[in-house]
């Protein structure tokens, strides 16, 4: 399964919390009350939360645990170019 950065951005709540990590798309809904960093999970709810999945702060036994919640990748954004967004789409990182 895979999931567009618009999809991700929709589960940034307590309630309904999806994260990314290195482009791979974790539902970490069940786990945020378990959480020994408290709501510091919730501060990239719904986007983009490899810096602080990999800050000095984490024991490395949640690298194993993180595979447990992943649902799918995320998709290449389509870009383009040109100011006006009407040719030259490109893949972007």
Known sequence: MSYSKMEVS?????????I???????????????????????AHAGDDSTEGFYGPQHATRV?????????????KQMTSNCPSGCCKIREEK
Not at 10 to 18: G, Q, V
Request: hydrophobic fraction near 35%.
């Open 10 to 18: 929709l589960h940034n709540k307590r309630t309904d919390c999806w």
């Open 20 to 42: 990314i990590i290195k482009d791979k798309v974790y539902d970490v809904t069940s786990y945020v009350e378990e959480h020994p960093g408290g709501d510091a999970i919730l």
């Open 63 to 75: 690298f194993d645990m993180i595979d447990d919640f992943y649902i799918g990748d995320l998709q």
